[in-house]
């Protein structure tokens, strides 16, 4: 069974730009969440979305936006790039919502770099 | 808002020895998770333990959860360089639902 997967691996952009990044959910995962990390602040929660639905959202400007397609692939977009917007994201799939008991199965993330 | 606490920051020790790592948190939870990252990939889960549950073990790893303190401990029996990753625990006390990881502690196992 395939891994979470998400891509691009790394990405620079510069201010003002916007970018979207996209992950590939576990087949069958119907959960996808995504996390910014980065070492001052560790990984904070920017939402989640089940079944093409945004099930809540962590405290993000709007600028942060996301969705959930179908097949239960998700992308978020990030518009008007500021340089603290550097950061790993991480998406993490599961079969529930996240916060069930059920473990998060996570991609290997994309690096974005802001300039 | 954080809600795992992981203490220490960071450890270091030799190849063999065993690693004890804490985590507190804030409000009741229904259960907490343990998950590794190795430098700069995604976090692999390691192990679940229910609010009713005071201890779990899997292979080397040994997780307690005192709900009366809320504050859980994983320990790694005769670690290995390969244990060398940073490890978050998460709970499911989010304010949106959501799970929170906390900041982390970095172990370095030196061969």
């Known amino acids: 069974k395939a891994g979470v997967t998400q891509t691009p691996r790394y990405l620079i952009k510069t201010r003002g730009q916007q970018v979207t990044l996209s992950c590939s959910p576990i087949?069958?995962?119907?959960?996808v969440s995504w996390y910014q990390q980065t070492p001052g602040q560790g990984l904070q929660f920017l939402f989640e979305y089940f079944s093409e639905t945004q099930r809540n959202k962590g405290n993000f400007p709007g600028r942060f936006s996301g969705r959930q397609f179908s097949n239960s692939r998700s992308e978020m977009n990030v518009s008007t790039l500021e340089l603290g917007d550097s950061a790993l994201y991480l998406c993490?799939?599961?079969?529930?919502?996240?916060?069930?008991?059920?473990?998060?199965?996570f991609g290997s993330g994309t690096q974005l770099s802001v300039l | 808002s954080q809600q795992g606490e992981e203490d220490p920051q960071a450890l270091s020790i030799q190849e063999g020895e065993n690693a004890t790592m804490n985590c507190s948190y804030k409000?009741?939870?229904?259960?907490l998770q343990w998950y590794r990252q190795n430098s700069g990939r995604g976090l692999v889960h390691l192990i679940l333990i229910r609010s009713n549950e005071r201890e779990k073990h899997s292979g080397r790893l040994r997780v307690t959860l005192d709900t009366s303190k809320k504050s859980s401990s994983l320990l790694i029996t005769a670690s290995r360089a390969a244990d060398t990753a940073s490890y978050f625990c998460?709970?499911?006390?989010?304010?949106?639902?959501?799970?929170?990881f906390g900041k982390g502690t970095k172990l370095s196992v030196k061969p």
């Open positions: 998460a709970t499911d006390g989010g304010s949106q639902g959501n799970l929170i």
């Open positions: 409000t009741s939870i229904n259960n």
């Open positions: 087949s069958g995962h119907r959960s």
């Open positions: 993490a799939s599961s079969y529930s919502i996240a916060a069930t008991n059920e473990k998060l199965f």
